[in-house]
């Protein structure tokens, strides 16, 4: 997750962000009834008859044009990760009956080491795109970056109506503002035990429990039964919002007959269950009231709750809290302007005004938890950040576990710190972290739960999904019914069995800087070659008409040998590269790309031989017409 924090460097920025994310969001619950249908499960019967011609309507257009729909001919419910599954992140998921579908969750992943100089990863979305005129509506989990970052490219692609819980919606819309998409989106706030009924599918939303506040999972009613699918889910029995996992509705859910679920593999491996998020709260306040320094707390800015617990130890005991990263101060704006984070009026203080304070009255949270080179957190531990000056009267704390990939940037920022004289402290150290997703015991409750029919671990690696497959059937399943899929399989179902079937497209599309898909297997390839060998340009002019040399080659080299040491190296490349260009023009050849591809050969020959490089050669030839004598 190196990259979610990739514009970190703005400190100081308006805390209190966009007043207007509440002004919309309020507007945005008033949902378009004529599209769908909203209803609450505690809802008597009497009210929903009432409502029934609510319901008729939002049903209509999905029969209207669905031809193959016959009392004969049943469809079946298709069930299509296009990302998340044999990985971590990019998550997305498609579900498909008759003439409609429904996505949940819209993620983004994360560059793997050779694809140099890519920012993000987003779904490949071709299959959706296909068949635009069904897509109805996308429901989102939770507010976390691979479950919500590809929205905007989605959106640009398919403006189709968002569905999520408050603050999810708010953290989205914030999203969408950076990529000037706010006004066009249609973002319906939707709560816990609400329903949304879009076609031929009913979306009920089931509060749960992760590191992120308003998280849900979905229980998708299909006409063949009801699908679960859980999002990121941990059982925390004493949340610090107080909202607990809605346990009673999954109990109803499973008596009542849960056809299939889908399941949060990502803890798997690890036995037990995971701690409560209060048990941070408890070590932090342990910390905080035995510290005379100031502390610095990196954690990962998604995590709220993790944020109020450090805002909560910090007024308890008398410190200021001021914020560092772009992404942090984004996200603490957003759940304070909704009233997912509160603190004591002055608590939270700018940046700039740290100057004012003795140490032991502050606190500073931010980003770089995972040793990412641009954030707060490294920029300090280098001495150069702007407003942050380490010195041993500093307390860093590492809130975090640290992801699979990251452990040597994240030891080489603590070696910094220590160097400097900081006192560190980390998660192998004190309890100063605790997961979002649950662990085996808290996945078997959910089977336990849900007593699925069928079972789709989802979110993680093969292995993970693998070790998911044994817990259920420890927990009684039968081998049969559990799916190990991949991103772009289809698993269908109707109302006697499920089965893999087909494979639609799917697969990543990267995006770098401003160019979403632009960047493919050569580019990497010729980005894989650059960063190796260098590039060695050879430039020169030939006569618009009689095509003789008439100037160059002039050879420019970058990262491939210093100049000024291998003056004779680049002179034999510059004798040789002339020699060859005569060459080609005696033997004739008038067609440039002819020129520039017999060059490359031979030269690339010449310097393997010399260098034993294999440099990239890049021949650039300019036209000129010599003015002819006047006759
Ligand atoms: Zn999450
Ligand atoms: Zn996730």
Redesign the pocket.
Known sequence: MNKTDNVVYEEGANMLLNKDIKKKLEKESNIDIDNISIMKTEETSEKRRMKGSLKNKAEKPAKHNSTKESIFEKNKLKIIPLG?LQE??K?ITVFEYGNDIIIVDC?LGFPEDDMLGVDLVIPDTTYLEKNITKVKGLFIT?G?E??IGAIPYFLKKMNVPIYATKLTAGLITAKLEEHGLDKTAKIKVIEPRQTVTLGKFKVEFIRTTHSIADSVAFAITTPVGVVVHT??FKVDYTPIDGQVMDFARFAELGTKGVTLLLS?S?NVERPGYTMSERNVGAEFDKIFMNSNKRIIVATFASNIHRMQQIVSSAAKFGRKVAIVGRSMIRVMGVAQELGYLTAPEGTIIDIDKIGIYNPEQLVIITTGSQGETMSGLARMSQGEHRKVTITENDLVIFSSSSIPGNEKSIGKVIDELQKIGAEVIYNQLADVHVSG?ACQEELKLMLMLTKPKYFMPV?GEYRFLRHHKELAKQVGMPSDNIFISQNGRVLEIDDKSAKLTGQVPSGVVLVDGLGVGDVGNIVLRDRQMLSENGMILVVFSLESTTGALVGGPDIITRGFVYVRESEDLVDEIREYAKEQIEKLIHAHVTEWSSIKAGLRQNLCDFVYKKTKRNPMILPIITEVKLAKPKQ
């Open positions: 998340g971590v992140g998550n993620g939770h976390h691979d479950h999002g990121d949060d990502t997703h979110h």
